[in-house]
Each structure stands twice: as structure tokens, then as C-alpha cells.
């Protein structure tokens, strides 16, 4: 069966400083990774997706950048996090013509 | 650009009423998605909608699709406290990459 990882689970950050979130998937080979941010009460919004190794697409302007160094990985990264920067992170995976996405357990992320 | 409106945002009810959760998007799709988040938890997958007309029902949850009409809803019979979640819709812009865009989510809450 398929698993999905995401950590940490939580972390707090100040301004300015970097950060790297970690998404792993297991159980599949070649799948289609996203990564989504969720605002406090709010609707996720796509970031980047990715349909194999090194290959990313980026949907929103921001000073987030996504990497896939593997087939089952997929990071998160920024070199100085904003205040707006804080929220719920979550991998998703798909198989490659599959219908539906499979959520991770999330990265909450807290900017001060 | 695809805009995805659920209404209502808020929805407080009494066990055993019956409800429905509307889902509105702005261009042509026709794979529409229905999500469930606990709490601080991630997002499980409920249905996919396929195509005009499709039905989908599970227990107490039925959803449905009109492409034409560029709706979806989400009905909800004889409600119970433990269907207390935010739920989300999201529709397909991107077929091929699925690049889904969610509706702002309805936060329901069953009271006994």
C-alpha cells in the first residue's frame, strides 16, 4: 500500500530565516507530487507540482521554491520565510493518470 | 481564471435534519472532487465527480454533478456529530497535471 510523509509536523520559524519541509512517498513509483498551502480558515492553494524528477511547475509568485530529487520526494524550500509565509503545508501524490490526490498528515508552519 | 464558491461558509444544524452544501465554479469542468478535513488534520478524499450527471453516495453523503449548470452539491441526510467537518470542493483546471482549485471550505457543525 502507499504512504505519505510530511515533516516535521510542526514548526516555528522566525523572519528571515530558511526552511526546508520534506515530503516522501512510498509504495508507487513515478507519481505526480504537489504541494498545497492552507491559510488559517481558508481553502488550500497549489504551489508547485511536479510530474518526475526535477521537474516543477510553479503556480503562484512567492519566495517558495520546490525541488525533486528523487522519484518519491519532493522538498519545500525558502532562503528567508515572510510573515505571510506561515500556514498548513500539504504533499499530495497522484498516481500518473490516476483521479484522485492523496493528502499527507501536513506541516504547520508558524512565522514569527 | 477558475473560481470555486461554496455556500454556505458556515453551517450549524440539529442531528437528523437533512442540508445540502452547494459548490459554484466559474468555467468549463467536468471532474469535481469533495474533500473532508478534520481539525487540524489533513484532507480525506470523498467523492469524484466524473461527468454531468454523476451521483456518488456514501452513508449519509450524497453528491452530485451538473456540468451544465456548473454546480455540485453535497447532501447530507439525517446528520449525526460525527459528520462535524470542514468540507471542501475542488475542481480539475488542468486535466492532464490536475491542478485542482478548492472552494473556501463549509464548516459544518452537527449539534445533538
Known amino acids: 500500500s502507499q504512504t505519505i510523509h510530511q515533516w516535521p509536523a510542526t514548526l516555528v520559524q522566525p523572519v528571515g530565516s530558511p526552511l526546508s519541509l520534506e515530503c516522501t512517498v512510498e509504495g508507487t513509483s513515478n507519481p505526480n507530487l504537489y504541494w498545497y498551502r492552507q491559510a488559517a480558515g481558508r481553502g488550500l492553494q497549489l504551489l508547485f507540482y511536479?510530474?518526475?524528477?526535477?521537474?516543477i511547475s510553479s503556480e503562484v509568485p512567492q519566495n517558495l521554491s520546490a525541488s525533486r530529487p528523487q522519484d518519491r520526494q519532493f522538498i519545500l524550500s525558502s532562503k528567508k520565510l515572510l510573515l505571510s509565509d506561515s500556514g498548513f503545508y500539504l504533499c499530495?501524490?497522484?498516481?500518473?493518470?490516476?483521479?484522485?490526490?492523496?493528502f499527507g498528515p501536513g506541516t504547520r508552519l508558524t512565522v514569527l | 481564471e477558475l473560481k470555486v464558491e461554496q455556500n454556505p461558509l458556515f453551517l450549524s444544524m440539529q442531528e437528523g435534519k437533512n442540508y445540502t452544501i452547494y459548490c459554484n465554479y466559474s468555467t468549463t469542468s467536468d471532474r469535481l472532487y469533495w474533500y473532508r478535513q478534520d481539525p487540524g488534520k489533513s484532507l480525506e478524499s470523498l467523492f469524484v465527480l466524473l461527468s454531468n450527471g454523476a451521483v456518488k453516495q456514501e452513508g449519509r453523503l450524497m453528491a452530485s454533478l451538473d456540468t451544465k449548470a456548473r454546480l455540485s452539491t453535497l447532501h447530507i441526510t439525517a446528520a449525526v456529530h460525527d459528520l462535524s467537518a470542514t468540507y471542501f470542493c475542488a475542481v480539475d483546471r488542468f486535466r492532464r497535471a490536475q491542478k485542482l482549485v478548492f472552494g473556501q471550505g463549509t464548516r459544518l457543525t452537527i449539534n445533538p
Open positions: 499530495a501524490w497522484r498516481w500518473e493518470i490516476g483521479e484522485l490526490q492523496y
Open positions: 511536479s510530474v518526475g524528477i526535477g521537474q
